[in-house]
């Protein structure tokens, strides 16, 4: 178990989980478990809480997983030539796998799902960085089937709504996709950062900040989510600029 933090995870758990994490203030701490292995609160491999207390409740809620990703088995094919021997690589179901590109004034998101088949989004939002696909299995209620996708903003964002939701926990082959992120989509978010001046020191909605310094020398200092700096100049534009692109 690779970790990353102060967390002691006790030993019963090391062999479930595969690493834990700290991502800065602003997105917390994480844990991904190993295969076999899934968070009841989240409904997937992957847990996050803000404080150290709160991950390790979520980590000793660990249960074993039953979903395909866990309970694929690898095969293995030999095949015999004049030449040589080879052996096949695994045999692998097709992947999920997303795009995005620029529609008129919108962003057209494109998941290609397991089966072969493609959903597509459009949207103002220029954000959307993990889709998850389920597969809906029927149910007395509900007899129909078919692949749904989940779109989400972060891991953050993942975590939360899957636990404030518990939908994503009724389906079936769940597979996280992240989206790339093009050049456009780059441009737009920087122009959604805001900043929130107290005193001498502007906060950016995106975690970071500036501090104005005055000794020993003038200017302002830019920092990271974890409050590091990683920059300092002299104008306040060119400190606004750096984070917008960060």
């Given at each position: 178990m690779k970790n990353n933090t102060n967390i002691q995870v006790p030993n019963k758990y090391q062999g479930m989980i595969a690493e834990v994490?700290?991502?800065?203030?602003?997105?917390?701490?994480?844990?991904?478990?190993?295969?076999?292995?899934?968070?009841?609160s989240t409904g997937c491999?992957?847990?996050?809480?803000?404080?150290?207390?709160?991950?390790?409740?979520?980590i000793r809620e660990v249960k074993p997983c039953n979903c395909e990703e866990c309970?694929?088995?690898?095969?293995?094919?030999?095949?015999?030539?004049?030449e040589e021997e080879e052996t096949a690589t695994e045999n692998v179901e097709p992947?999920?796998?997303?795009?995005?590109?620029?529609?008129?004034?919108?962003?057209?998101?494109?998941?290609?799902?397991p089966d072969g088949g493609e959903a597509t989004r459009k949207s103002d939002k220029s954000d959307y960085r993990f889709a998850v696909?389920?597969?809906?299995?029927?149910?007395?209620?509900?007899?129909?089937e078919h692949w749904t996708v989940f779109s989400f903003h972060s891991r953050k964002d993942l975590a939360e709504k899957s636990r404030e939701y518990n939908r994503i926990s009724?389906?079936?082959?769940?597979?996280?996709?992240?989206?790339?992120?093009?050049?456009e989509m780059k441009k737009a978010n920087a122009q959604k950062v805001t900043f929130e001046k107290k005193d001498t020191v502007w906060y950016a909605s995106n975690?970071?900040?500036?501090?104005?310094k005055f000794f020993p020398t003038q200017g302002y200092s830019v920092r990271n989510v974890d409050g590091e700096e990683i920059?300092?100049?002299?104008e306040i534009n060119v400190a606004k600029n750096i984070i917008k692109q960060a």
């Open positions: 994490d700290f991502e800065g203030k602003a997105m917390g701490y994480w844990a991904y478990t190993e295969k076999g292995f899934y968070f009841p491999h992957t847990g996050h809480e803000d404080t150290q207390a709160e991950l390790l409740k979520v309970t694929e088995e690898e095969v293995l094919v030999e095949e015999e030539n004049e992947k999920a796998t997303a795009s995005v590109r620029v529609a008129g004034k919108k962003f057209e998101y494109k998941i290609t799902l696909i389920g597969y809906k299995n029927p149910t007395e209620k509900d007899k129909d009724f389906m079936s082959n769940l597979t996280i996709v992240e989206i790339p992120e093009i050049e975690g970071m900040s500036i501090r104005a920059d300092f100049v002299s």
